[in-house]
């Protein structure tokens, strides 16, 4: 599995491969990296001419005025209730999406029936509906039935989005587990379902965490639907409010930078969590 | 008290049959081997047994329970399967302890079974280690050791040494015929290797396409076998089956080939002349005159130029041709033969197979 | 073979759950939505909801320049960026390939992109490309390339490009870290035999490594056709489909019509024509998918 480059001998050579890696790293982290220092920025700084790079004077300020800490500041935005709010749908839906496309991947993955490939591919047909095009009616629907703007809502539907991809993953991690162990399992004398969850469900727990992961930043990051299904403090999310921060032609870039960072950071730790088993789920979904 | 009862037992997947209402009864700790070619449905026969696929139509009999409906577990059967199966998230010990777990049994009699099962199979040493960390032979007796470790009413084995290299698979071979004289069980032992079944079974069962061909002990199946398909399938190498047609030579039955050699039938074949039969004929029945067992009866004697040979050390197999067919020939105590050598051949013709050539069923009475 | 021993209605029990969620989230909206796109559905007049116009709002569509530009800009911006994300996530991968050290610590880096919100990337790159306060105009400043901001969001050809660059930014690792899962799998007898029968490296790469990226690469491609638009979100935040129009895409046009000028029926005609677009694209790739699957012996 490790280095096999194409031989490189000349020393140019590989001077030249590092500075590209480097580049591209930089261009990868930089956008990143910026909008970070800025939100420790105070506003002269970010409007300062000729610009200043390095942070001169760090501050914390910019997080206290989002969360309406500071005093003599405009008024204070709902971040904190944001920030639950995008924690609770998430976390919700996560744990749905989880259970049950755990249950459909298992199915796909150990039983044969009528109409599994067509059903397979409609599960991944009903992930390819843009979010915009899909807002539109359920905003129609919602709204009729009590939906719009409330936490349930939302959780709902991402539900509905991250199940598809859930049952993909989890189905060709399951399908890596040789039926032979649950055979064994009900040899020893473990019903099916004792089976499961003693043999099949360990055996799979890395691919189903990565797949929890791939479903909360879905439901994390999303924007198109949570703009248009959700209106107030009830039910908004982090990235909806980060456009509260715009208005027609100003836009509060210490503040938006401040909740940016917020919503980075959840992404960041999951990356470095799971950076592995993400790869492998990608790969190993699609290729087996 | 454990013997197995099949009656009229038939699997089908949708239209397709597999096992064709198959008959054969196990007597208790008896070590019976369903052999044959792959896609004859010894296996599916086996976990039929086990519980692992449901039964169509017929029953299966364990002890005196009729065990259709029942699933694994309620079987008592324990399975040793082509891959272990061995559960790569627990270690040696809980794998092995894992059923008892789930049956239940405290923790210190699990402990104590674990620990007995490890003794008999040499595993102590490896008790901590995961599935991953241990050697295709470990895994085999950990596996085994899974197996016995419940005390179960009947063992099944699921072609468990096709994945070992030959040596290794030799001596997995005797020790699991050493585990079974020293735990007495119903073993049902599935495999498509021939000398695992002559040298492990009390009685070999052969299969194909979903019947039972032949069932009989190791040497019935291999000095009296039914027909053509368990002729050739037992035995290494293989016999030889060559066309003849069926001639009188003086006042008794003999076989003119298709080269013109005629030879004489043994005593007891019940055929008519003209009729189309194959010979079977094994290489330990045709050697160089001096290079075999000495004969019990009659001989034929034949002067054949031999193409090739094969030097094994303690026989060398030969390569000549008889009727159509090449053939092998065996020569004990064996001398360099360069090929091209013609040598004098002793057919034992007491020990020849006579079958029809239409339906391959055996002549001999 | 596996068991079969449970009855025939478990797969479908095991299944009825995600089937029921998907039916009222999105087959339900999705019929609603057909409907409503032969209807004068306007958003401040609920019962307009029941007046059925036919195909109009499709006409309509038809006759819109607007729609045109629209649609036509959207497949451009679709065509352009995934190929270009393909490439450079090839050359990214090979290079990363290249490198025997910290592959893990590049790989993170390579990550983070992905791990961003959609809307997140749209304010980062709003704010990089800002002409008075961004970090391009900043250092073209510094280096004296510039005496006079560039407007880049705000002038009608350099919007979409930036546009473009965010979202080839956002993307790019997708294909690199897939295509860098590829390079590893790759096995090494048949570059072996290559190189033995006389292969340079640009010919083991044009015959061997390619070929065998090809399922990388369409596993890829379907994975992005699936949420391309989510660029919707970027739009949103950087130019929101000014100036003028330059950079409205199907989606912010229907965003717009639907809910800024409460014309649902027309919206929900153009949203099936972007679904329709949606599912083409992806069974496209899936295809190409299967085929690439099947000519490769399947891929292990």
């Known amino acids: ?288 | 008290m454990a013997e197995i009862k099949l009656t009229k037992v038939v699997k089908r997947y949708g239209a397709l049959g597999v096992v064709h209402g198959i008959d054969l009864s196990i007597a208790h700790n008896e070590f019976v081997v369903l052999v044959g070619p792959s896609g004859c449905g010894k296996s599916t026969t086996l976990r039929m047994i086990a519980g692992l696929e449901d039964i169509s139509d017929g029953e299966i009999r364990i002890g005196n329970r009729v065990v259709n409906g029942l699933p694994p577990r309620d079987r008592n059967v324990s399975m040793v399967f082509q891959n272990y199966a061995l559960y790569p998230h627990m270690n040696v010990r809980e794998n092995l302890g894992f059923g008892l777990g789930i049956a239940k049994v405290p923790a210190p009699e699990i402990e104590r079974r674990v620990n007995q099962a490890a003794e008999i199979l040499g595993l102590q040493p490896y008790m901590d280690r995961l599935p991953a960390n241990l050697s295709g032979g470990q895994r085999q007796r950990v596996a085994m050791g899974r197996a016995i470790v419940r005390d179960p009413d009947v063992f099944l084995f699921d072609e468990p040494l096709s994945n070992l290299d030959a040596k290794l698979r030799g001596q997995m071979r005797v020790e699991i015929k050493k585990l079974h004289q020293r735990v007495k069980t119903t073993v049902v032992y599935v495999t498509h290797d021939q000398v695992e079944a002559m040298t492990l079974a009390d009685r070999i069962v052969i299969m194909r396409d979903g019947h039972i061909e032949q069932v009989g002990t190791p040497a019935e199946v291999f000095e009296r076998p039914v027909n053509v398909f368990v002729a050739g399938f037992i035995g290494s190498p293989p016999m030889n089956l060559i066309d003849a047609v069926v001639t009188t030579e003086g006042l008794r039955p003999a076989a003119r080939l298709a080269d013109g050699v005629v030879v004489p039938l043994p005593a007891g074949v019940s055929v008519s002349e003209g009729q189309r039969i194959t010979l079977g004929l094994r290489p330990d029945d045709i050697t160089p005159q001096g290079h075999g067992m000495p004969g019990t009866g009659e001989t034929l004697r034949l002067e054949r130029e031999v193409a090739l040979a094969e030097p094994l050390g303690t026989e060398t197999i030969l390569f000549t041709r008889l009727g159509d067919k090449e053939i092998q020939a065996k020569m004990l105590n064996p001398r360099v033969v360069t090929p091209g050598e013609t040598l004098p051949f002793v057919v034992d013709l007491a020990r020849l197979h006579v079958f029809d050539a239409a339906d391959g069923r055996s002549l001999k009475a | ?300």
Request: glycine share 8%; with cysteine; hydrophobic share 55%.
């Open chain 1, 1 to 288: 599995m490790s280095g096999r480059p194409l031989t490189i001998e000349k020393p140019w050579q590989r001077w030249l491969i590092r500075l590209g890696v480097f580049l591209a790293m930089a261009i990868l982290c930089v956008p990143g990296v910026w909008v970070v220092l800025t939100a420790f920025r105070p506003n002269v700084e970010i409007l300062a001419r000729p610009p200043v790079w390095i942070p001169q004077d760090p501050t914390l300020n910019n997080f206290l005025g989002i969360f309406g800490l500071l005093p003599a500041q405009q008024q204070g935005l709902p971040v904190a209730r944001y920030f639950l709010n995008s924690v609770v749908i998430s976390l919700t839906s996560t744990a749905v999406a989880i259970l049950l496309g755990m249950m459909g991947g298992y199915a796909f993955a150990r039983y044969r029936f009528r109409g599994k490939g067509a059903l397979f591919v409609s599960f991944m047909l009903s992930r390819t509906v843009p979010g915009v095009a899909l807002s539109l009616p359920l905003f129609i629907v919602w709204s009729r039935i009590g939906l719009l703007d409330t936490s349930l809502g939302l959780i709902i539907v991402y539900l509905a989005i991250n199940i598809p991809f859930t049952v993909w993953l989890t189905d060709g991690f399951f399908r890596q587990i040789p039926v032979d162990l649950s055979e064994a399992a009900q040899i020893d004398g473990c019903t099916r379902w004792q089976a499961f969850w003693k043999i099949e469900f360990p055996l799979a727990r890395s691919g189903l965490a990565s797949a929890a992961i791939f479903a909360f930043l879905t439901s994390w990051n999303e924007y198109a639907l949570a703009s248009q299904l959700t209106r107030t403090t009830a039910s908004k999310t982090m990235p909806v409010g980060l456009m509260d921060f715009t208005a027609q032609f100003t836009v509060d870039w210490s503040g938006m930078s401040a909740m940016a960072v917020l919503i980075i950071i959840p992404a960041l730790l999951l990356t470095f969590v799971v950076q592995k088993h993400l790869i492998a789920g990608l790969t190993f979904g699609g290729v087996k």
């Open chain 3, 1 to 300: 073979m596996t068991l079969f021993r449970s009855p025939r209605a478990v797969p479908y029990l095991l299944l009825t759950p995600a089937l029921v969620v998907i039916a009222a989230v999105i087959l339900v909206p999705l019929a609603v939505s057909l409907w409503s796109s032969f209807t004068a559905y306007n958003l401040t007049r609920p019962a307009t909801l029941y007046s059925f116009v036919g195909l109009r709002n499709y006409a309509r569509l038809l006759n819109n320049a607007d729609f045109w530009w629209a649609f036509g800009r959207t497949l451009v911006f679709i065509t352009v960026t995934l190929n270009l994300e393909l490439v450079l996530g090839l050359g990214l991968a090979l290079l990363v390939n290249q490198v025997t050290m910290g592959r893990k610590v590049l790989r993170t880096i390579m990550m983070f992109p992905m791990m961003f919100s959609p809307i997140l990337v749209g304010f980062q790159f709003k704010y990089i490309f800002n002409d008075a306060v961004g970090l391009v105009n900043n250092a073209l400043f510094d280096l004296g390339l510039i005496t006079q901001p560039i407007p880049w969001l705000v002038d009608g050809t350099l919007a979409p490009l930036s546009i473009m660059a965010a979202e080839i930014w956002m993307s790019t690792s997708v294909f690199a870290i897939l295509l860098l899962a590829g390079l590893l799998a790759l096995p090494k007898e048949p570059i072996e035999a290559a190189k033995v029968d006389g292969c340079g490296p640009i010919q083991v790469f044009r015959h061997i490594t390619l070929p065998f990226l090809m399922p990388f690469i369409f596993i890829a491609m379907t994975i992005r056709s699936l949420d391309v638009a989510r660029a919707y979100d970027m739009v949103r935040i950087m130019t929101n489909g000014g100036p003028a129009g330059r950079t409205e895409l199907l989606w912010t046009l229907m965003a717009r019509v639907g809910y800024q000028n409460s014309q649902m029926g027309m919206a929900n005609a153009m949203g099936y024509v972007s679904i329709l677009t949606s599912i083409l694209f992806t069974v496209y790739f899936y295809r190409k998918l299967v085929v690439a699957r099947r000519y490769m012996g399947g891929v292990e």
